[in-house]
């Protein structure tokens, strides 16, 4: 009798557990997963990480909490576990969370082009690889808070013609993936901000030609490359659909258009899986 009360004791006073769910496209490499996580009881800042990744969650309510977990282009089949801790001390508790997730096959283009496209000259090596840095420490520095408050909008009326993960094969060399989407916009197409957040840079760089980034906040990141001018400056703070430059060619690129990449700690995501996921989806 006595084994069985502390047994029940033991059921009595066990915490309830946390509560999580996801919503994505689908859970495959590129996609935005949104967790949402429900507390038994209200509690201060909670912990998630995912893919060996520290993810900083906000408030989404009294009890609840979000996390945005990007599934980078390179992630590989499998499960991965989220896991969630809530609380302090003794009060503490913990939670995981399966990500199931599939292949995702990315198309393949072959080009035969000049070769100066392909290689970059030695002399602008030092410029690249400056520039490298500059956006490693950009990615690597986000802001604390959660900068953006409204539905993400898109930064152009066109949709997007060129397919996010597409790999690249010029003169016979394998190149990057295609980390972003592109919309065939007209030369001179103004460009509105996705969302809130500051202007992490806004400078011409070698590869992406006159380029803004967006820090949202929480490890979230906007880059509009290739603009013909732009209208704000590094430290900027900007709303959803604040104009930040128009349409252009500049970069390494062969005609205007705008190129749009996002990042969620560190993951390369489809921006569209952003609008799809936290705003206005594309048309299909």
């Not at 047994?7 to 009595?12: F, G, K, N, Q, S």
């Not at 128009?246 to 569209?272: I, N």
């Amino acid at each position: 009798m006595r084994v069985a009360a502390l047994a029940l004791a033991a059921l009595v006073v066990a915490p309830p557990p946390i509560q999580i769910s996801e919503r994505s496209r689908s859970l495959q490499p590129g996609e935005l997963v949104v967790l949402s996580i429900a507390l038994p009881e209200a509690s201060g800042p909670i912990s998630v990480r995912a893919f060996d990744r520290e993810v900083v969650a906000y408030p989404d309510g009294e009890r609840a909490w979000r996390a945005l977990i990007g599934i980078d282009l390179d992630v590989k089949p499998g499960t991965y576990p989220v896991t969630v801790t809530a609380g302090a001390g003794a009060g503490r508790i913990h939670a995981s969370y399966d990500l199931r997730i599939t292949a995702r096959v990315f198309r393949t283009r072959r080009l035969t082009v000049n070769e100066a496209f392909v290689t970059p000259p030695a002399s602008e090596k030092e410029r690249i690889d400056r520039e490298a840095a500059l956006l490693n420490g950009v990615w690597n520095a986000p802001a604390s808070t959660r900068l953006w408050s409204t539905p993400f909008v898109r930064p152009v009326p066109q949709e997007a013609n060129s397919a996010f993960g597409t790999r690249s094969i010029f003169n016979g060399k394998p190149r990057n993936a295609h980390g972003g989407a592109d919309f065939l916009s007209p030369a001179g197409t103004p460009i509105q901000a996705p969302n809130g957040g500051r202007v992490a840079v806004a400078r011409n760089l070698y590869f992406s030609g006159n380029t803004v980034i967006i820090d949202h906040g929480l490890g979230l990141f906007s880059m509009l490359a290739h603009l013909s001018a732009i209208d704000v400056h590094e430290g900027d703070v900007v709303k959803a659909g604040q104009l930040l430059g128009r349409v252009g060619a500049t970069g390494r690129v062969t005609g205007p258009h705008l190129h749009w990449a996002v990042r969620a700690s560190g993951a390369r995501v489809d921006p569209l899986s952003l609008l799809a996921m936290l705003g206005t989806p594309a048309a299909p």
